[in-house]
């Protein structure tokens, strides 16, 4: 059971790295109050899950949860690559299609953390984990754009971690 609570506990590292890095490409908000947004809804989505999980889906196979998880992570790297260019960012302004995806991500999330068992309050604990690595994300995101040297690929690094975690998930 330790081991499966870290492993999620990196999951929602990189997740919370892949979301904070998505938006840093190209800012077209304020970010604080971007941020807070994007965490409500992750946050949110994922508490929502757990609930849902708990009560309702817990006759789900923890397979399907996972393989469901895989497959919209990466999805969702195939969805803002060919969807949106990242020199004008992958959230755009207007829109909701990538704030339904992002926050279905994270109910599935919040289903599997309810199959493998786990108490509903140790989100207390995630959130703030996953609150720091989302700004974890923008600070490593606006440091990479700052460096000349293969700049034009330090923008792809989002996507690369949304296959990343459909990577993890298979452990």
Known sequence: MFFSFMLFLLFMGIAGLAIGTLLAVKV???IPNFLILIAALCSGSLFIGVLLGATIFSWLPL???KMMIILLSIGTA???FR???PSYG???YHG???WAILGLFFFLVGLDFALIGFSSWLLLFI???FAIAILGGVIIMLRLK???RARSLFIYLPLLLFVFLGLVKLV
């Open 28 to 30: 077209w908000f304020t």
């Open 63 to 65: 397979f399907f949860t």
């Open 78 to 80: 195939i969805f803002f």
């Open 83 to 85: 969807q949106f260019h």
């Open 90 to 92: 992958y959230v755009p």
């Open 96 to 98: 909701w299609i990538h």
């Open 127 to 129: 959130f703030p984990i």
């Open 146 to 148: 700052t460096m000349y």
